[in-house]
């Protein structure tokens, strides 16, 4: 009898372990199907979370505070932001084709905008930039543009709009751009998303490859012709082309600026030289951050992060009878991070030591970076272990690492009061003084 009560103890205990791994299974199961489906609805790169007591900065004598804390009234994720004046911040909610409001702090209530988007993992309402010319208002916006009944995709498209009476109006259609992989299966994304406003008054947008294309535009000679993809494109406030090309003069070629771009989130000009500078998103690794010239091809598909030894770009890449030019990353993360939006601070509003430095956001760790120029401003002014201009690992970062606990970055500004602001994926504007 005692042995048959051990071996009826050991089938209960063991029925037990069996049924308890089988709950814990269907557990893991569901909050993988969660976060596919939330990874799905918002970028699959989604990572990193604000810290509950709030972001921080290294530095003693600044401070982060809270400009808008999103209670639920602005849909997420949002993406880019852009000042109309001082304390007067629109704000884009990236499914909801909507351009939000924000006014000392308070979320108006109504939107300037709803437009039908796309919102497939990174579809959406993604990039704004405003200006203002002979005595209008314009607001450019990029998003992936929709049928009205939401059945189907028309393009990825730049826009101009007029703010007229807290509405914007007037759309003038100034690029068109493809949103679908052209590969079955592939997901459509890398859709890039920032616009800008250059110092010769021209927009400028980055967009990545789209669903993995492999064309021209991504340096593959026999692939097909460029399409409006993989590059940083440029056009005039009325949507022509710039002078007669970079690259060469039929369209779309003529419209690029740079090429040979997987993917950017983040992207802005150096206020002392004019030079632009980019993020890039790596697949699984080497994000970088490039110096981009003019006609810089920065080597995807061929080549992600510091080249190979045997790497030839003068044969490994498509140059457009020599118009295109490479250059190797300024700095790359050997580990991801998904860099984001990158910023130069045009004042000395923090201190002379981030005059005219650049803020760079993440994906993956909530921190906010902060890049030095060196002298003659054509490279970064790093020292330690990221002299190499790559950092290995986390611990190599610290040199750079201006803040942290942000959450998801999706955006920097400076604002009309000459101060960083950071927005990030949940809504919460901050602004660091």
């Known amino acids: ?35 596919y489906q939330f990874q799905k609805a918002s970028g699959a790169y989604v990572k990193a979370k604000p810290i509950s007591g709030g972001p921080s900065v290294i530095d003693p004598n600044l401070k982060v ?6 209670s639920g009234k602005l849909e997420t994720p949002t993406t880019s932001m852009a000042f109309l004046g ?42 704004i930039a405003t200006t203002k010319n002979a005595g209008k208002t314009y607001v450019f916006l990029y998003y992936t ?5 939401g059945k189907g995709v028309l393009g990825n498209r730049l826009y101009r709009y007029e703010l007229v009476n807290d509405k914007l109006v007037n759309p003038l259609l100034l690029l068109d751009m493809p949103a679908n992989s052209l590969q079955k299966g592939q997901e459509n994304n890398h859709d890039g998303g920032k616009v800008l406003i250059g110092p010769d008054r021209n927009v400028y947008v980055v967009i990545g490859d789209v669903g993995s294309r492999n064309g021209q535009a991504q340096n593959n000679e026999g692939g097909d012709p460029v399409d409006g993809t993989s590059g940083i494109l440029r056009v ?42 980019d993020t890039e998103n790596g697949a699984n690794d080497k994000d970088e951050i490039n110096l981009v010239k003019t006609g810089f091809n920065s080597g995807w ?27 190797d990353p300024q700095f790359v993360w050997k580990q991801t991070i998904g860099p984001t939006a990158l910023q130069f601070l045009n004042s000395a509003k923090l201190g002379k030591q981030y005059e005219n430095t650049f803020f760079v956001g993440d994906v993956n760790t909530g921190d906010l970076y902060n890049f030095k120029l060196n002298a003659d401003r054509t490279g970064l002014l790093l020292e330690g272990p990221l002299a190499d201009h790559m950092s ?42």
């Open 1 to 35: 009898m005692p042995e048959f009560r051990s071996k009826s103890n050991s089938r209960a205990v063991f029925s037990t372990i069996i049924l308890v791994s089988l709950v814990l299974s269907l557990i893991v199961l569901n909050l993988n199907t969660f976060n």
């Open 65 to 70: 505070e809270v400009v808008f804390k999103n």
């Open 86 to 127: 001082p304390d007067d911040i629109l704000v884009l909610e990236k499914n909801e084709g909507r351009v939000q409001r924000i006014i000392n702090g308070q979320l108006q209530s109504k939107p300037l905008l709803e437009v039908p988007v796309g919102n497939e993992v990174e579809w959406g309402m993604l990039g």
């Open 145 to 149: 543009e929709a049928e009205a009944d």
């Open 236 to 277: 005039t406030q009325e949507g022509q082309p710039v002078g007669e090309g970079i690259l060469g003069d039929t369209i779309p070629l003529r419209l690029y600026y740079a090429y040979g771009i997987r993917n950017s989130f983040g992207f802005d000009f150096d206020p002392v030289t004019g030079s632009l500078w």
């Open 301 to 327: 598909s061929q080549v992600m992060g510091f080249p190979p030894k045997r790497f030839n770009p003068e044969n490994d890449l498509v140059n457009f009878d020599g118009k295109g030019h490479y250059n």
């Open 392 to 433: 290995d690992s986390p611990d190599e970062e610290q040199s750079v690492i201006f803040g942290e606990g942000f959450g998801v970055i999706t955006d920097i500004k400076v604002g009309p009061d000459g101060y960083p602001y950071v927005l990030g994926f949940d809504g919460t504007i901050y602004r660091i003084s």
